[in-house]
């Protein structure tokens, strides 16, 4: 169900709500029902191996925030986001 849905079955009750007063519902809502959801971060450490591009993440991460890769001298140094769809004839 996607807000929009949600809005115009308020506004058949309320019809002088507004968009801005329901999608500050449903955030309030959201926040303090599901805390754990909206805030739980997780460090995942994957060894790598040569030529390979894709690796298995767990099934509940939902957003990668940063990305770090362990050079030969020990230091961790960041690497640039991909963003967009990965073509399954991509997938090796």
């Given at each position: 169900?996607?807000?929009?849905?949600?809005?115009?079955?308020?506004?058949?009750?309320?019809p002088?709500?507004?968009?801005r007063?329901?999608?500050e519902?449903i955030?309030?809502?959201v926040?303090?029902?599901?805390p754990?959801?909206?805030?739980?971060?997780?460090?995942?450490?994957?060894?790598?191996?040569?030529?390979?591009?894709?690796?298995?993440?767990?099934?509940?991460?939902?957003?990668?925030?940063?990305?770090?890769?362990?050079?030969s001298?020990?230091t961790?140094?960041?690497?640039?986001r991909?963003?967009?769809f990965?073509?399954?004839?991509?997938?090796?």
């Amino acid at each position: 169900m996607t807000t929009g849905m949600i809005f115009s079955r308020i506004q058949k009750v309320f019809p002088s709500v507004t968009f801005r007063e329901v999608l500050e519902l449903i955030n309030d809502a959201v926040t303090s029902e599901f805390p754990d959801i909206l805030n739980k971060k997780k460090t995942i450490l994957i060894d790598m191996v040569t030529d390979q591009r894709y690796y298995a993440l767990p099934q509940d991460v939902i957003k990668i925030n940063k990305v770090f890769v362990k050079s030969s001298d020990g230091t961790y140094r960041p690497i640039s986001r991909l963003v967009g769809f990965v073509d399954t004839g991509d997938i090796t």
